[in-house]
């Protein structure tokens, strides 16, 4: 079982829009609609902000978005603010081998 | 509002069994709705799903930690539980525990506990 692949940093100034790709496979992220994303601020528990590939959690503002196409899924952050500087993490759903779930290695995003 | 909080040993020795709790509070975990899981985090790294269970009993874990791994459930005290045997220390990680409103096949942890750090040293 192989973590998804995300990079390894991101950033972007105040305003600006940054997106995140997190790349698996036909057996998970590319197989099925059960992707979300986590964002992790330092010595905190992760936070739910999409599920379902596309669906924001109630509280969660509408700047983040998520979005697949194939085997990547893709989390983007419109109207970059100094408080969603974090950690990322996406999660999904492995159907075809082992019938679990697999986390993404991590992105951090910075604020310029 | 639904908290979880996890407890257990901070140190364990090499070749023991790390042993953790989570207590539910504002919630149910008898409730057919949800499952209820175990994630770790080691030092500076990203994080690891370790396993689920659900009210009935049911569990699924992580193929890499099958083999050491148990999860149950004690349903009078609104608590589930983590078993880690053989540990090493690859397995110094924050724990913590999360609730997942999904499917068996859609991730989806909307609650989770502050984590424990567990260090696995002589």
């Known amino acids: 079982q192989s973590a998804l692949t995300q990079p390894r940093s991101v950033s972007g100034s105040p305003g600006q829009s940054v997106t995140i790709s997190c790349t698996g496979s036909s057996s998970d992220v590319g197989g099925y609609n059960y992707v979300s994303w986590y964002q992790q601020h330092p010595g905190k528990a992760p936070k739910l902000m999409i599920y379902d590939v596309n669906k924001r959690p109630s509280g969660v503002p509408d700047r983040f978005s998520g979005s697949k196409s194939g085997n990547t899924a893709s989390l983007t952050i419109s109207g970059l603010q100094a408080e969603d500087e974090a950690d990322y993490y996406c999660?999904?759903?492995?159907?075809?081998?082992?019938?679990?779930?697999?986390f993404g290695t991590g992105t951090k995003v910075t604020v310029l | 509002q639904v908290q979880l909080q996890e407890s257990g040993p901070g140190l364990v020795k090499p070749s023991e069994t790390l042993s953790l709790t989570c207590t539910v509070s504002?919630?149910?975990?008898?409730?057919?709705?949800?499952?209820w899981s175990w994630i770790r985090q080691p030092p500076g790294k990203g994080l690891e799903w370790i396993g689920y269970l659900y009210y009935s009993g049911s569990t699924n874990y992580n193929p890499s930690l099958k083999s050491r791994v148990t999860i149950s459930v004690d349903t009078s005290k609104n608590q589930f539980s983590l078993k880690l045997s053989s540990v090493t220390a690859a397995d110094t990680a924050v724990y913590y525990c999360?609730?997942?409103?999904?499917?068996?096949?859609?991730?989806?942890?909307?609650?989770w506990g502050q984590g424990t750090l567990v260090t696995v040293s002589s």
């Open positions: 999660c999904s759903y492995e159907g075809s081998y082992t019938f679990d779930y697999v």
């Open positions: 504002g919630g149910s975990v008898s409730s057919g709705s949800y499952y």
């Open positions: 999360a609730r997942d409103r999904g499917s068996s096949s859609s991730p989806l942890f909307d609650y």
